[in-house]
């Protein structure tokens, strides 16, 4: 099945810095999403994007799947932004597969 | 909409004993997937169910099996318990067409002793 590795596994910043998490996948994929878990394990969508660039507030996200990778970059950092990131890609890379998620980023944001 | 519900969202079993866990899936989506995170580890798939069918399984021992009934909720069940079964069991779902979007529901928290 296809690999997914993210990167850094843990990042520690100060409120207000700007932080980029990356996603690299073995693979072509036709989907691609990038997730943030609470502390109770709730997985919240952020993004759902297979090629491209998308914005929302003061996270966005670009996957450039010709080269296997995603980056989702996070700005003016807030304390409520920690929490683990993963990305996940379909499981044999076809669009409805299940999912085969990244280890994560673990993100600590200090006030 | 109510997203996707899981149940329960904690449970704690006895080596050996067996396990149903619950997942009603998101209005409109007829595909549902089942998910196993250990700590610090991102969610490992399980399976899928589509149609009432499993429709494809990750690399997991039969003691996991599931059910999906006509109005598309689902099951997981496992079997002879190992204090390595101890994870949270995350439900997507998704409806079948390419390229769409998953939901997560909030988990089940299972601990074997």
């Known amino acids: 099945g296809i690999q997914v590795e993210q990167s850094p596994p843990d990042l520690i910043l100060q409120e207000g810095a700007n932080s980029t998490l990356r996603c690299n996948f073995s693979?072509?994929?036709?989907?691609l999403q990038w997730f943030h878990q609470n502390p109770w394990g709730q997985l919240i969508n952020l993004f759902y994007?297979?090629?491209g660039t998308k914005q929302n507030g003061r996270l966005s996200a670009t996957t450039v799947a010709t080269e296997r990778y995603s980056l989702l970059y996070i700005s003016s950092s807030q304390t409520t932004d920690s929490g683990v990131y993963f990305c996940?890609?379909?499981?044999?890379?076809?669009?409805?597969?299940?999912?085969?998620f990244g280890k994560g980023t673990h993100l600590i944001i200090q006030p | 909409d109510a997203g996707v519900t899981q149940s329960p969202t904690h449970l704690i079993k006895t080596r050996g004993q067996q396990v149903t866990l619950r997942c009603s899936p998101k209005s409109g989506h007829d595909t549902v997937s089942w998910y196993q995170q250990a700590l610090g580890q991102g969610p490992q798939f399980i399976f899928q169910y589509y149609e009432e069918e499993e429709r494809q399984r990750g690399n997991f021992p039969d003691r996991f099996s599931g059910h999906q009934f006509p109005n598309y909720s689902s099951e997981l069940n496992v079997n002879a318990l190992l204090l390595g079964d101890s994870a949270l069991y995350l439900c997507a779902s998704s409806p079948d067409k390419m390229n769409t979007e998953a939901f997560f529901g909030q988990g089940t928290r299972l601990t074997v002793v």
């Open positions: 996940a890609v379909p499981y044999s890379g076809g669009g409805a597969d299940g999912l085969t």
């Open positions: 693979d072509s994929v036709n989907n």
């Open positions: 994007i297979p090629s």
